[in-house]
């Protein structure tokens, strides 16, 4: 099994509005780009991850999610009225890719970037790395752990 963390937006999808969907599960599209687009074609169905909120009052791991479908041609692409719209991404030529998502469990309280950052143990994750902005990125088992030690503590 590969452990991964996948950030989003609370304000355009939660970890709130994956719990509330049908099956609880749904696709995560709007990936643009390719190093975060290559980490998803490595995600395999069972795989988990932390579902990060990013860009909002409380950045952290609001939960945990598990890769319900692998890597998959992202439909956004290719909708001119879709804000991910790429006009270079064709259904022979597919740019981007997508994976679904089920939701397993929400934390009771987040597990706060400023709570990742003081532990030594996380200071050689890619989340903390000085210019690292990708929105999937991959999660070691020792990264893991250490994040749900936290969770426990918080």
């Known amino acids: 099994m590969n452990y991964w963390l996948m950030k989003s937006e609370p304000k355009s999808f939660s970890i709130a509005d994956l719990q ?7 696709h995560w599209d709007g990936v643009r780009n390719y190093q975060a687009r290559n980490f998803m074609r490595a995600m395999k ?4 991850a932390f579902f990060y909120h990013s860009s909002c009052a409380l950045p952290g791991v ?8 692998a890597a998959y041609p992202d439909h956004s692409a290719r909708d001119p009225e879709n804000h ?3 006009p270079k991404s064709t259904p022979e030529r597919p740019l981007w890719d997508m994976v ?6 929400e ?16 200071k050689s994750m890619r989340l903390v790395q000085r210019g690292s902005r990708l929105s999937v990125m991959p999660v070691t088992a020792q990264e893991w752990r250490a994040i749900l030690q936290l969770e426990k503590k918080s």
């Not at 169905?45 to 988990?48: C, F, H, P, Q, T």
């Not at 679904?100 to 469990?105: A, E, H, L, M, S």
């Open 107 to 122: 934390f009771k309280r987040p597990v706060t970037l400023t709570a990742i950052k003081t532990q030594a143990t996380l």
């Open 45 to 48: 169905k069972g795989d988990l």
């Open 100 to 105: 679904d998502v089920r939701f397993q469990r």
């Open 84 to 86: 991910h719209y790429d």
């Open 20 to 26: 509330s969907r049908p099956k609880k599960t749904e």
């Open 62 to 69: 609001y939960g945990i999610i598990e890769i319900a479908r």
